[in-house]
């Protein structure tokens, strides 16, 4: 690989025992890059973020993160990146300013400096809560902003984000993705593993993983073109609608797959002339039109086509 990559990795493995936890994953990331890792849990997706941060040594492969290579230590990189744990990792019994002092104690960073950081981070994120507040007394969304400025007190190129939004209600979650398109902007590169396909959407790359596997890396856009070259239907049964004709539709032939999307279902074609046949002959009682893929449907196309 070669470039001004902010992160890659080039046939990074991680191996715990006779376990494989990240297989052969290579990949490269620009500065100021929005890059997803995508999959389930167990899929190795905060491994591979623990290697990039610095505090897992890997079994095999060559990893640079800002510049720096793992080989040559991993206490360099951990002064580059800033790394938000998916579980809150923050004191609850002390307070919000004693937390982030705490975290600038442990990084030697000067009082003055501190006083600094923390007036601009607060402003970036817009967390205008009082700094003697205990952080249980916090609601959800705030801890999340709390936990990010703490991830970012000594000034991070890259900003690694584990499962960011998980527990938070809907609304903290779309305040918080504004804030990471915010710290890309300002020029950060910033690494987010979820699985919410909707967040996935956000991202300027996705990484699909599965069990330990890279299994496909492009814009959001070019995986569904990719992924499904074929016309896409989804079909929405109404009060009313025909017994078995989820069945028929199963059976007929220009039908190659056929999938629950919420309440809808997903049936993908086996081209344009069967997209055009089913659409003018839709089940009673149920509603179909063309859609465009979601991410869900390419990573399950994508993961089942794998293991087969």
């Excluded at 991680?14 to 297989?23: C, E, K, L, Q, W």
């Excluded at 019994?93 to 600094?116: I, S």
């Amino acid at each position: 690989m070669s470039g001004p990559w902010a992160a890659e990795a080039e046939g990074l493995t991680v191996r715990f025992g006779d376990f494989t936890a990240v297989d052969q994953v290579s990949f490269a990331v620009a500065p100021g890059e929005v890059f997803g890792f995508l999959g389930a849990n167990g899929a190795g997706k905060t491994t591979t973020i623990r290697v990039l941060c610095g505090l897992l040594v890997p079994s095999a492969g060559r990893v640079r993160v800002a510049g720096l290579d793992a080989a040559d230590g991993l206490t360099p990189i951990k002064r580059k990146v800033g790394y938000m744990s998916q579980r809150f990792t923050l004191y609850d019994d002390m307070t919000v300013a004693e937390n982030l002092a705490f975290g600038a104690a442990l990084r030697k960073m000067p009082a003055d400096l501190l006083a600094r950081r923390t007036r601009e981070l607060f402003d970036t994120v817009g967390f205008d809560q009082d700094p003697d507040t205990l952080v249980r007394e916090l609601a959800g969304g705030y801890k999340q902003e709390l936990s990010l400025a703490a991830a970012m007190l000594h000034d991070p190129e890259v900003v690694f984000l584990d499962e960011p939004t998980a527990g938070v209600a809907p609304a903290a979650r779309a305040r918080f993705w504004g804030l990471i398109r915010k710290i890309a902007a300002a020029g950060k590169t910033v690494f987010v593993t979820t699985h919410y396909m909707d967040e996935a959407e956000q991202c300027g790359r996705i990484a699909l993983m599965s069990a330990g596997k890279l299994v496909a890396l492009d814009a959001p856009g070019t995986l569904k073109d990719a992924a499904f070259p074929e016309p896409l239907l989804e079909y929405t049964p109404e009060d009313g609608a025909a017994p078995g004709w989820l069945e028929a539709l199963k059976g007929d032939p220009g039908v190659q797959g056929l999938r629950p999307h919420g309440l809808h279902w997903h049936a993908s074609t086996t081209g344009p002339e069967a997209a055009r046949r089913l659409l003018a002959a839709p089940p009673a009682g149920v509603a179909a039109r063309p859609v465009r893929p979601s991410l869900e449907d390419v990573f399950i196309r994508l993961v089942e086509a794998r293991e087969r």
